[in-house]
């Protein structure tokens, strides 16, 4: 069993649906969680940087952390065309800039117009 | 310069062949990383700098890998008798405190 489990998808959503990504991880040392949107050919690009439980919102993106679950989301309201990439989860244990991120495999998101 | 640049883009290796990708982090960051992402899979620790130092090389798949940062900025990561399972896409980012920067990466496909 991978440290971190993500649904590959695809996940395809009309155009203003609520879009929900789910990630579940089994290491207790994660205390710094993030989501990253990789479009096609290009980085990851940092969405959400959450440390602890509960919810943080920046504009349409809330991400979610239930520490006691082992469980964190990103919900993208209102989904544009634009919002079409892969989302990928990423977490770490404390001390982030100088260990590495244990990524799940990525959510293809496709939100049709 | 703004972000983390990589070059080359794209690398076409036949098998056997060495290559050598190239990380340019963002001015001042202490920290580079080297990630693999195969594809339709997250990226995958590699190996990790602090300044000059590579305190991290656990993620590195075998021998045939090797990566140096000598004064502490640009960092290169050589495959030697590159094998076609070494085809992915080899992303670099750098941080100076927690937010961590990738690159667009260089694809490497071993035919």
């Known amino acids: 069993q991978k440290e971190v489990e993500q649904d590959p998808g695809p996940l395809s959503v009309p155009e203003g649906a609520i879009v929900s990504l789910n990630c579940t991880y089994s290491n207790s040392a994660f205390q710094y969680f993030m989501w990253y949107r990789q479009y096609s050919r290009k980085g990851p690009e940092l969405l959400m940087y959450t440390y602890s439980s509960g919810n943080k919102e920046d504009g349409r993106f809330t991400a979610q952390v239930d520490k006691s679950s082992k469980y964190i989301s990103l919900f993208i309201r209102d989904s544009q065309p634009s919002d079409s990439a892969t989302y990928l989860c990423?977490?770490?244990?404390?001390?982030?800039?100088?260990?590495?991120?244990?990524f799940g495999k990525g959510t293809r998101l496709s939100v049709i117009a | 310069g703004a972000g983390v640049s990589q070059s080359p883009r794209y690398k076409v290796a036949k098998r056997g062949q060495d290559v050598a990708l190239r990380c340019d982090p963002i001015?001042?960051?202490?920290?580079l990383f080297w990630y693999q992402q195969a594809l339709g899979q997250g990226p995958e620790f590699l190996t990790y700098f602090q300044n000059e130092a590579q305190l991290d090389k656990s993620g590195l798949p075998s021998d045939r890998f090797f990566a140096e940062r000598p004064e502490g900025s640009v960092s290169t990561l050589k495959i030697q008798r590159t094998q076609q399972e070494d085809s992915a896409v080899y992303l670099c980012a750098s941080s100076l405190r927690t937010e961590v920067t990738f690159g667009s990466g260089t694809r490497l496909t071993v035919v």
């Open positions: 001015s001042g960051h202490v920290s």
């Open positions: 990423a977490m770490t244990p404390p001390n982030s800039g100088n260990t590495p991120l244990v």
